[in-house]
């Protein structure tokens, strides 16, 4: 299995920064994707960032200019510099990691449990 640890979330004024971080550790063979989505109450999860294995990064036109994914492969950890942060992007943060846990098996999906993000105005 893949296991996701994430840190670096709470509670933030208008205009401050944040730093996630999210660890996969267990049986990897390789990282071929690597992002950060979010939700909040009510709402579909949606995708804020994500940083593919060879480096391009795609951002959700909201968090763009303000918001930075980066990937430490060695660690097989991901970050999400958050600046500039507006209370609209309070929210719980979701690690998402596509893996391959063999060479001769297709990659998947695995998940972190979430962490709260907190932007108050």
């Known amino acids: 299995q893949v296991q996701l640890v994430e840190s670096g979330g709470g509670l933030v004024q208008a205009g401050g920064s944040l730093r996630l971080s999210c660890a996969a550790s267990?049986?990897?063979?390789?990282?071929?994707?690597m992002g950060w989505y979010r939700q909040t109450p009510g709402k579909q999860r949606e995708l804020v960032a994500a940083i593919t294995s060879g480096g391009p990064t795609n951002y959700a036109d909201s968090v763009k200019g303000r918001f930075t994914i980066s990937r430490d492969n060695a660690k097989n950890t991901v970050y999400l510099q958050m600046n500039s942060l507006k209370p609209e992007d309070t929210a719980v943060y979701y690690c998402?990691?596509?893996?391959?846990?063999?060479?001769?098996?297709?990659?998947?999906?695995?998940w972190g449990q979430g962490t709260q993000v907190t932007v108050s105005s």
């Open positions: 267990g049986s990897i063979f390789r990282i071929n994707a």
């Open positions: 998402n990691v596509v893996a391959q846990q063999l060479w001769t098996t297709p990659p998947n999906n695995y």
